[in-house]
């Protein structure tokens, strides 16, 4: 059971080390210090929800929905982070703006929880990682073992979500600079940006 563990585990944590739409979004919210804990568990647990769809063996009718509406789900969703990469380069134009400034400004616990999840369930690649390639390799483990598998895949989330939001906190007073707010949310517009190209190149127009 420990080998089915560790092998979840890992892989869990190969698939989602990769910065994307959700990471940058924790991130950001870890170095303003707003609804840390939420974010965090939201993420843990909506990871957790397709890992335990996939290794209960829904993969195979997931993987075809996704193909067979691929087109639809890759074009709205970058459609929607390029917007949210344009919100995004706006700001990193904002010289005024410091942490305590954002800190005062930052959405509600309901609409931040909102955002995230669309940058989560809106994303097809986080069902092909989670529900479709992990559940796909669950599929050769039995019983306990496979139970054990799950178990560490989901494990990974918990423990790389709550560090890269609790993680990102840790480096709040160099956030209280206005340049380095500003060169983070560049940074994280290049990041909706060129994933929001990926998604429009893949999808036949």
């Not at 892989?11 to 924790?26: D, H, K, P």
Request: net charge positive.
């Amino acid at each position: 059971m420990l080998t089915a563990f560790f092998t979840g585990l890992f892989l869990g944590l190969s698939l989602i080390a990769a910065i994307g739409a959700q990471n940058a979004f924790v991130i950001s919210q870890g170095i303003t210090g707003k609804h840390v804990f939420y974010v965090a568990l939201f993420c843990s647990i909506a990871d957790g929800l397709l890992i335990s769809i996939g290794v209960t063996g829904a993969s195979t009718i997931l993987n075809k929905f996704i193909t067979n509406f691929s087109d639809i789900l890759f074009g709205l969703t970058s459609v929607w982070l390029f917007g949210y990469g344009v919100m995004k380069l706006k700001s990193s134009f904002q010289a005024n703006k410091t942490l305590e400034i954002i800190n005062l400004e930052s959405k509600s616990l309901k609409s931040t929880i909102g955002i995230l999840a669309i940058l989560t369930f809106a994303n097809p690649h986080v069902y092909l990682d989670t529900t479709v390639l992990i559940g796909a390799f669950s599929q050769q483990f039995i019983g306990l073992n496979k139970f054990a598998f799950a178990i560490g895949a989901i494990f990974a989330s918990f423990v790389f979500f709550f560090s890269l939001a609790y993680g990102a906190k840790k480096i709040s007073p160099i956030m209280r600079r206005p340049t380095s707010w500003q060169i983070l949310d560049f940074l994280i517009a290049l990041i909706m940006f060129s994933i929001a190209f990926n998604f429009a190149f893949s999808v036949d127009w």
